[in-house]
């Protein structure tokens, strides 16, 4: 499974932005998806995470309310909808795949996007 995550930018608190994971191969619908982010001299973050049909999620407390995850099985791709960011969520974000179910864990996702960065200025 390759992933392609793109969406990034630049933009002001309060503003959303809406990042996408493409996956390539056939059965980019047996893996579920996690989202992490890792900020400068931080350790790197769980952010949320779908399983492999779409039917189970989970959100970093942090992002809870704020942050959406889905995904388009048709368009092997999954979507991180950002809501009312904040200058905190600055970080590069990843997007990572495992079979079947999620993990908040990072180390468990065998596959990884090549990070696509996220800037929220006050």
């Known amino acids: 499974v390759q992933l392609q995550a793109s969406g990034g930018g630049l933009v002001q608190a309060g503003d959303s932005l809406r990042l996408s994971c493409a996956g390539s191969g056939r059965t980019f619908s047996d893996y579920a998806v996690g989202w992490f982010r890792q900020a400068p001299g931080k350790e790197r973050e769980f952010v949320a995470a779908?399983?492999?049909?779409?039917?189970?999620?989970d959100y970093a407390d942090s992002v809870a309310g704020r942050f959406t995850i889905s995904r388009a099985s048709a368009k092997n791709t999954v979507y991180l909808q950002m809501n009312s960011l904040k200058p905190e969520d600055t970080a590069v974000y990843y997007c990572a795949a495992r079979r079947w179910q999620y993990s908040s864990n990072w180390p468990e996702y065998d596959y990884w996007g090549q990070g696509t960065q996220v800037t929220v200025s006050s």
């Open positions: 779908i399983n492999y049909s779409g039917g189970r999620t």
